[in-house]
């Protein structure tokens, strides 16, 4: 079983910064996909930053304010969130998908997400 957990969030004003990371733990065999996902109160889940083809990839609004990174020992993404704003409250989730290992043997994909870690901006 995989696990995976965000931490960082918190409350921020206009134009701070705030630091996410995304951890995942349990039968990783290897990870082929982690990224960062968010959700506003009345709004869709989005796609907010990630890592294609070993390239980071942004959406369009946060492409000059945030920077997604990655330790690939630790199982681990981060987002740097810069230059926020209030339209960026939400509920910061990351995904992360690949490939698990029985104990006994075997493996299995997995497609995991975290609760998420709230995200608060104040203007």
């Known amino acids: 079983q995989v696990q995976v957990v965000e931490s960082g969030g918190g409350l921020a004003q206009s134009g701070g910064s705030l630091r996410l990371s995304c951890t995942a733990s349990?039968?990783?065999?290897?990870?082929?996909?982690m990224r960062w996902h968010r959700q506003a109160p009345g709004r869709e889940r989005e796609f907010v930053a990630g890592?294609?083809?070993?390239?980071?990839t942004y959406t369009d609004s946060v492409s000059r304010r945030f920077i997604i990174s990655k330790d690939n020992a630790k199982n681990t993404l981060y987002l740097q969130m810069n230059s926020l704003k209030a339209e960026d409250t939400a509920v910061y989730s990351c995904?992360?998908?690949?490939?698990?290992?029985?104990?006994?043997?075997?493996?299995?994909?997995?497609?995991?997400w975290g609760r998420g870690t709230q995200v608060t901006v104040s203007s």
């Open positions: 890592f294609t083809n070993g390239a980071p």
């Open positions: 995904n992360v998908r690949g490939m698990g290992r029985y104990k006994e043997g075997g493996r299995y994909e997995f497609d995991e």
């Open positions: 349990g039968n990783i065999f290897t990870i082929s996909t």
